[in-house]
């Protein structure tokens, strides 16, 4: 099926100068656009549509709202059962944050059936596509057993081919509550437990951070990972200063995750690698830790993606316009440079160039705004602006009918 959208006030394609493809502005206004089956097929103003008697199956009249591509949430934890509201009192009640609290979901986590999992997991993907994510990734790390790895990990392949095996979270404890073995575990990551799960997988993760795995223990991983076919990406930097986020430099991986806490070499190494580092706002609004610097890492030219980090302990929030809001009122991106960071930045994450955009050949994954301009994502935090959205060029959600 193709469709012909017109009556676009504004359209924000996503692309930038030196983009393959035909050129086009970043944001074309009294835009048209048209999809073809899965794919964006032609993109243009009004008045070219116009010119060349575009037609198409449907025609949807956008009635002058903004239209942005899908948003691409490239962190994400939606594979898990419990509650942790208690947690977040207590850090707004003044208690630091740490990241020992994982241990209770996975607890909930291994009790619960796969069929909660996914009832749960597929709510939460649900939340995010009502706020305009159409693609997610999906990562496991609450099971921290060979079977409740890949278990996790069989349900997120269910709702995403975005998914990540992240069995080095954290290490669980032993029988009695005694703290687990760090060598032994990383044996288990690596081996048997890495052998489960790597046909569900795509991604390996590994929370590289004081209390979780050092330095050479996620070297070790990624390595293992590697040579399972899996590509590699990391938590880093989120407590406290440290060498993770050079360590995915110096790999090459696609993304570096939190990036909280960051040197000038930490910077550098970013700018030279291509290295995208992802930034979760949400983590900060719910810890109260410092916000990235996203202006010290554009200034220098890192390439910067925001993501949710939907997780049920220190980022439970599904909406990447809210994270677009924090991001321009606390980071200082401006507001496309936050809405293009949870577009193609985490397309870019996530090594993908078909999401992320509306280009030609494109997928067809676009988001209508109740709003002349995406800058209204940043200007009118927390309003329900998504008042339609198209995944592979069908809609999903409720807009103007078609005429």
């Not at 970043?26 to 037609?55: K, N, Q, Y």
Request: aromatic share 4%.
């Amino acid at each position: 099926m193709s469709a012909l959208l017109t009556g676009i006030g504004e359209l924000l394609t996503g692309r930038l100068p030196g983009d393959e493809g035909p050129e086009l502005p970043l944001v074309v206004e009294r835009a048209a656009l048209v999809l073809d089956g899965d794919r964006v097929a032609w993109v243009g103003t009004a008045e070219e549509a116009r010119s060349a008697a575009l037609a198409a199956d449907v025609h949807v009249d956008a009635g002058g709202r903004a239209v942005v591509p899908g948003f691409v949430d490239s962190h994400a934890h939606l594979v898990f059962a419990g509650d942790r509201s208690a947690e977040f009192a207590a850090r707004v009640a003044g208690e630091p944050y740490a990241a020992g609290g994982i241990r209770t979901t996975v607890a909930a986590t291994r009790a619960a059936s796969d069929e909660v999992l996914l009832a749960g997991a597929a709510r939460l993907v649900g939340e995010m596509l009502r706020q305009g994510t159409t693609t997610v990734e999906i990562k496991s790390g609450y099971g921290l057993t060979v079977r409740d790895e890949a278990r996790s990990l069989a349900v997120a392949r269910r709702l995403t081919e975005e998914t990540t095996y992240l069995g080095a979270h954290v290490v669980p404890d032993g029988p009695g509550g005694i703290p687990g073995d760090v060598a032994a575990y990383v044996d288990l990551v690596t081996g048997p437990m890495l052998a489960a799960c790597a046909p569900h997988a795509r991604w390996i993760d590994v929370f590289c951070e004081t209390g979780a795995f050092d330095v050479d223990q996620a070297r070790a991983v990624l390595a293992a990972g590697a040579a399972a076919g899996l590509d590699g990406r990391l938590h880093a930097n989120q407590l406290g200063p440290g060498p993770g986020v050079r360590l995915a430099c110096e790999l090459g991986l696609a993304a570096v995750d939190h990036c909280t806490y960051l040197d000038d070499a930490d910077v550098a190494a970013l700018a030279d690698s291509g290295t995208t580092a992802t930034l979760l706002p949400g983590v900060e609004f719910s810890t109260r830790q410092p916000y990235p610097d996203a202006r010290r890492l554009l200034d220098a030219g890192v390439h910067v993606a925001l993501a949710s980090d939907c997780n049920p302990g220190s980022s439970f929030t599904s909406s990447l316009p809210f994270c677009v809001a924090l991001a321009v009122r606390e980071m200082g991106m401006t507001p496309t440079e936050a809405v293009l960071a949870a577009t193609r930045g985490g397309a870019r994450a996530l090594a993908r160039d078909d999401v992320g955009r509306l280009v030609p050949g494109a997928r067809a994954d676009l988001v209508l705004l109740d709003a002349p301009s995406h800058g209204h994502l940043a200007y009118r935090p927390g309003v329900p602006l998504v008042a339609g959205v198209w995944q592979r060029g069908r809609p999903v959600l409720p807009q103007p009918g078609p005429s």
